[in-house]
């Protein structure tokens, strides 16, 4: 008896359909977030915004989701930062400011939220956007860069650093910053005629991943990881590309899946954008979302979490380039092969 109780709180411990993904599409005619299962089954539509609801973050917990919208905006469309539970009950406003907060991202103690923000720019003059921190329950706003641009902040896992896109003297690159503000320093690895996407850390805070666009093509876009060595002050000491089956397939949103064993990004196919993971031990593409509209900003949760779900057994890009299988998704059609 006991042998068999310990075999169900293993299976309940690492049961894999506990992992979601949480994203936004415009496949009911407005941007909005929705959640499913890390297979791509259970697609839940979360939000229902009358204007748009993108870039979503899951609170550590995996019971709220933050977002930013321009809902309930006047005469000029400025974006606050929201918070909504995953099961879409108790919508409420974070930031109130007539200027843009976008790109939230919970804090790993659930405290706090990073936005950033160009609430400091004056009309007339170029914008100005930097990384503000947020208490969860709205109050106590603070600045922590003063950079003039720094977008779309990642908290590390163990709450000591915010990474951020930044442009200081090379162009957009990764940089990592203490929430006080303090000790700067350079994730990136510089290259030529390029712009950095930021993607988020992985579950252990050991490696960051972000995207590489040659003069901000998507089409020409490359995943990096970066290592970092945390031997003394904390760096970048080796930069890899992700080996993706298919190199020319324009990129975004990329972020670690919850275990960091995959990636999980936004590509397009024939136009349109869906939801990808490739798993980095094997290889293997697996297309989660086809939809006509198009889907972006995949955030999972879970670091139990299982690639391969319900024993469904993930495509191989052959197969998917070939069109022997249905894309994984909504079940109802192929679709044409990824040239």
């Known amino acids: 008896m006991r042998i068999t109780l310990l075999v169900a ?22 941007a909005e977030i ?22 979503p973050s899951w609170s550590p917990n995996g019971r709220q989701i933050a977002f930013y919208s321009t809902r309930g905006s006047q005469v000029v469309p400025d974006s606050n930062i929201w918070v909504i539970e995953a099961d879409g009950k108790n919508l409420r406003q974070l930031t109130h400011h007539p200027e843009d907060d976008n790109y939230p991202d919970w804090s790993p103690d659930s405290l706090q939220i990073a936005f950033d923000s160009d609430r400091l720019s004056k009309e007339g003059e170029w914008p100005t956007t930097e990384i503000y921190v947020i208490d ?55 290259r030529p005629d390029t712009g950095m996407s930021l993607g988020g850390w ?10 590489a666009s040659v003069r901000a093509r998507a089409a020409q876009t490359t995943i990096i990881i970066a290592t970092l060595d945390k031997i003394g002050k904390l760096k970048a000491k080796r930069w890899e590309e992700v080996p993706l089956p298919n190199p020319n397939m324009p990129v975004q949103t990329v972020s670690f899946g919850a275990n960091g064993k995959s990636i999980l990004f936004g590509g397009r196919v ?15 593409l697996i297309q989660l979302t086809d939809e006509f509209q198009g889907d972006l900003g995949p955030r999972e949760r879970n670091p139990r979490l299982s690639v391969s779900p319900r024993g ?5 890009w052959g197969a998917i380039k070939s069109n022997l299988h249905h894309y994984r998704g909504n079940g109802r059609r192929a679709t044409p092969p990824i040239p």
């Open 9 to 30: 709180c293993l299976w309940l411990a690492t049961n894999p359909l506990e992992g979601k993904i949480v994203f936004y599409s415009g496949r009911d005619g407005g």
């Open 34 to 55: 929705y959640t499913m299962d890390s297979d791509g089954s259970n697609k839940t539509r979360v939000t229902h915004d009358p204007t748009k609801a993108v870039a």
């Open 136 to 190: 969860a329950d709205g109050g106590n706003i603070k600045q922590v860069t003063d950079l003039g641009f720094a977008s779309r902040p990642r908290w590390s896992p163990d709450g000591e650093w915010i990474l951020f896109e930044g442009i200081i003297d090379q162009g957009r690159q990764i940089y990592a910053i203490r929430p006080n503000g303090t000790g700067l320093w350079q994730v990136s690895a510089p």
């Open 202 to 211: 992985s579950p252990d805070g050991r490696r960051v991943v972000y995207a």
């Open 270 to 284: 024939w136009g349109r954008w869906q939801i990808f993971r490739f798993r980095l031990d094997t290889h293997e």
């Open 312 to 316: 469904v057994v993930p495509k191989r």
